[in-house]
C-alpha cells in the first residue's frame, strides 16, 4: 500500500493554475523527496492533502483512507509542518508541545522526550519569542513526532536554518526513517534531499514531471537535447535504433554514443542547440527536468 | 473535545495577554471606584452619590458594560492564529474546525467571565470600604450578576469570534467589532432596531442592575425574556457566522 495516492488534482487560484491533474504515489515506509521550482504546487498538494484547501477535483488517499470522507482519523496519523512551524507566541518550548498534545487528544508524557530529541530540553521553558529560527524548526518538528505518527509531512523543514541546524534536522529524520515510518520532505536543498530520500516525486506547474526510486533516477544517463524539431529528431534517434522521449520539451536521449547522436541527427539535417551530458546527481536531473 | 479546550486553557493562561488585559480592566475598575467613591467628596454638589447596596449592583453593571474585554479576548483567541500558520497547523492535529470553535467560544468565555467577577469583587471591595450607606445585595442578586455576566461574555465573545474568522487579523476583527458595537448603538435612534438591538437587549438583562438613576435613554426596554432571546439569538447567530468563516474558507 502507498502512503499517499494522488489522482488527477486540480487547483486554481483566480486565473492561476497551481495544480493541473497532479496524479502521484509515495511509498510506505521511505523517505521520499517531494521536488519542484518554486510556485510548482508543493505546498498547494500539501494543503489540498491536510484538508486546508480545497481542490477543484482529483482524488487523495492517505495511509488508505480517502481525504474527501476521512480527514479527521487521517490527521490523527499523521506529523506534520507546513509552510511555517505553526507555534504559539507568548508560549514556551515546553507549553507550545503540551497544547499541541492536548489538540491530538493526548497527554503531556512524550513532551521532555521530544524535548530532549530535537536537543531542546535547556530551552524548553523559554518563550518562543527569543528562539532562533532552527530552535523553532526543531520545536516544530517534535511537536510533528508527539501523535507517533504513521507518516510525517514536512514542508521545507530546513528552510532557512544555518549549516547546524540543517545537520540536527536531518539526523532526527535519518533517526525517524530508520524507524520504519513514512517521511515525505520538500525542499529546495536538493543536496540534502538526495543525501535523505529514498524515493522522488518532482513536480513543475501543478504536473508530475517524473517519480521512482532515487537511485533507479540518477542511474539513467545518456543526453540531453535541445532541438527545434523535437518529433523529426526522436524519428531521426529511432531510424538508427536509439530510444528518446521528450520531457518538459527537452529529449532525454538514452544512448551514451554522443557521437552516433550527432551523426544521426546530422545524416538528417537536424542540428541541436544543445546536446548535454547527463549527470548521475540529483541536482542535475531536477535542472534539465524542469528546465531550470 | 475536552483536549481542545484544555489546549485553549493554556494558551490563554499561559500568554502574558489575558493579565495584562485583566490588570487594564482592573486598573478601569479602580478608576471608576475612585470617581464614585471619592469624586463626590471634592466635588461640591451636581454629582450623583450612590450609596450601599445599591453600588454593589450598579459597580458590577459597569464592570459588564466594559466589552472590549471579551472582543479582544475571543479576537486573539481566532485572529491571532489565523493571520499565523498556527490556525493551519491547529487543523493538521485536529481536522474538525467546529471543534476547534467551540473550544475558543467557551474557553474565551469562560475567562472572560472570571476576569468581569474578579473586577466586581474589586470594585465590590472598594465599595465595602469606601461607599456610603449599609447593606449587601442577597445571594440570589449575586447568582443574578453571575450568570447574567457569562451570558454578555458570551454574546460578545461569539462577535469577536465571527468578526476574527472572516477578518482573519487581530487589528481589523477588534476595530470592526467595536465599529458594530458603535453603529449598532446609532441605530437604536430607529424604532424599528429596537426588538432585536443586542445593546437594548443587554441592557434589559442587567435592568435590575442599572441602578443609580442612569436609566435607559431610548425609552422602555424590553422585556427580560425577550432581550434573553434576542442576546442567545445574537451569540448563536455569531457563532454560526464564525462557523461559516472558518468551514468554507482555506486555512
Known amino acids: ?292 | 473535545m475536552i483536549g481542545l479546550i484544555a489546549a485553549e486553557i493554556t494558551k490563554t493562561f499561559k500568554r502574558r495577554t489575558f493579565w495584562v488585559l485583566t490588570a487594564v480592566l482592573a486598573l478601569l475598575t479602580a478608576f471608576l471606584a475612585g470617581i464614585f467613591f471619592f469624586l463626590p467628596r471634592v466635588v461640591d454638589d451636581g454629582f450623583p452619590t450612590i450609596a450601599k447596596p445599591e453600588i454593589y449592583i450598579f459597580g458590577a453593571a459597569q464592570v459588564l458594560g466594559q466589552t472590549w474585554f471579551p472582543l479582544i479576548l475571543s479576537a486573539m483567541a481566532l485572529a491571532g492564529e489565523l493571520a499565523t500558520s498556527a490556525w493551519a497547523t491547529a487543523l493538521t492535529r485536529n481536522s474538525r474546525r467546529g471543534q476547534h470553535l467551540v473550544a475558543r467560544l467557551i474557553t474565551s468565555t469562560i475567562s472572560a467571565w472570571l476576569a468581569m467577577i474578579f473586577a466586581i469583587a474589586l470594585f465590590s471591595v472598594a465599595a465595602y470600604f469606601f461607599a456610603t450607606g449599609s447593606g449587601a445585595p442577597t445571594v440570589e442578586e449575586w447568582l443574578g450578576v453571575a450568570w447574567k455576566a457569562l451570558l454578555v461574555q458570551f454574546t460578545w465573545v461569539g462577535l469577536g469570534l465571527a468578526f476574527s474568522a472572516w477578518l482573519r487579523s487581530v487589528g481589523p476583527a477588534i476595530g470592526a467589532a467595536i465599529a458594530f458595537s458603535f453603529i449598532e448603538g446609532l441605530l437604536l435612534l430607529w424604532s424599528g432596531w429596537r426588538p432585536v438591538s443586542l445593546s437594548l437587549a443587554t441592557s434589559a438583562i442587567l435592568g435590575e442592575l442599572d441602578a443609580g438613576g442612569f436609566g435607559p435613554i431610548f425609552g422602555e426596554l424590553p422585556a427580560f425574556r425577550s432581550a434573553l432571546f434576542t442576546a442567545l439569538a445574537w451569540a448563536v447567530g455569531a457563532a454560526l457566522l464564525a462557523w461559516a468563516g472558518l468551514r468554507f474558507r482555506d486555512a
Open chain 1, 1 to 292: 500500500m502507498d502512503a499517499i495516492v494522488v489522482d488527477g488534482l486540480r487547483k486554481r487560484y483566480r486565473k492561476t493554475v497551481a495544480l493541473d491533474g497532479l496524479s502521484f504515489a509515495m511509498p510506505t515506509g521511505k523517505v521520499t523527496g517531494f521536488l519542484g521550482p518554486n510556485g510548482a504546487g508543493k505546498t498547494t498538494t500539501f494543503r489540498s492533502i491536510l484538508g486546508l484547501t480545497k481542490p477543484d477535483a482529483g482524488t487523495m488517499e492517505v495511509l488508505g483512507l480517502s481525504v474527501a470522507t476521512s480527514l479527521p482519523r487521517i490527521v490523527k496519523r499523521l506529523g506534520v509542518i507546513v509552510e511555517e512551524p505553526g507555534l504559539i507566541k507568548g508560549l514556551s518550548g515546553r507549553n507550545n508541545l503540551k497544547v499541541a498534545a492536548r489538540t491530538l487528544g493526548r497527554g503531556k508524557e512524550r513532551v521532555d522526550e521530544l524535548l530532549r530529541f530535537v536537543g531542546l530540553e535547556a530551552d524548553g521553558r523559554r518563550r518562543i519569542d527569543g528562539y532562533s529560527k532552527g530552535m523553532r524548526q526543531r520545536l516544530a518538528l517534535a511537536a510533528a513526532l508527539l501523535g507517533d505518527p504513521q507518516l510525517l509531512i514536512l514542508d521545507e523543514p530546513l528552510d532557512g536554518l544555518d549549516p547546524a541546524g540543517q545537520a540536527q534536522i536531518k539526523a532526527n529524520l535519518r533517526g525517524i526513517a530508520a524507524e520504519g515510518r513514512t517521511v515525505v520532505v520538500s525542499s529546495h536543498n536538493l543536496a540534502d534531499v538526495e543525501a535523505m530520500a529514498d524515493y522522488v516525486v518532482m513536480i513543475n506547474k501543478g504536473k508530475l514531471i517524473t517519480s521512482g526510486r532515487l537511485d533507479e533516477l540518477l542511474a539513467r544517463t545518456g543526453y540531453l537535447l535541445d532541438i527545434d524539431q523535437p518529433q523529426s529528431a526522436i524519428a531521426a534517434l529511432s531510424a538508427v535504433g536509439i530510444a528518446a522521449t521528450i520531457s518538459d520539451q527537452r529529449i532525454l536521449v538514452s544512448s551514451d554514443d554522443g557521437k552516433a547522436i550527432s551523426q544521426a541527427l546530422a545524416a538528417a539535417g537536424l542540428y541541436p542547440a544543445e546536446l548535454a551530458r547527463r549527470t548521475g546527481r540529483l541536482e542535475s536531473l531536477f535542472l534539465e527536468l524542469t528546465q531550470q
